[in-house]
């Protein structure tokens, strides 16, 4: 698995197009609230973030049906980073900015590759399981 993470409108999506050019692969859009893995081949969810607020399971349900449905697939996850600047008045938001870290860590800590995009910069933070 790989992670892709940054700000929103850092340049996350072009990343990861570049990176798959001449590659087959399936895009999941998460911001509509919906999130259906297929049953093979390489695929993109993007906008995960979107489709955590608008579930009706809870944080740890959400996270494990994540986790086991990524389990033996060639995943990218584009993740925008919303645990930085400043932190919402909405208990909600706060709610949802919490569970994205904790989804965040455990993504980062089974992905094999980890790229920060920062204002189209790429910056490689763990490869192949190794932290750099």
């Not at 919490?98 to 763990?126: E, F, N, P």
Request: hydrophobic fraction near 40%.
């Amino acid at each position: 698995m790989r992670v892709v993470i940054g700000g929103a409108h850092n340049g996350k999506r072009e990343y990861v197009k570049r990176l798959l050019e001449n590659v087959q692969y399936q895009w999941i859009d998460c911001s509509a609230g919906d999130l259906k893995f297929p049953p093979d081949g390489k695929v993109v969810i993007d906008r995960i973030e979107q489709w955590l607020a608008q579930t009706d399971l809870s944080e740890a349900e959400a996270v494990e049906f994540i986790m086991k449905s990524i389990e033996g697939k060639d995943v990218i996850f584009i993740l925008t980073d919303i645990g930085r600047g400043i932190v919402p008045m909405d208990a909600e938001q706060r709610m949802l900015r919490d569970a994205c870290g904790r989804l965040y860590q455990r993504l980062i800590a089974q992905a094999d590759d980890v790229t920060r995009i920062w204002y189209g910069l790429a910056q490689t933070l763990k490869k192949r399981g190794e932290m750099i």
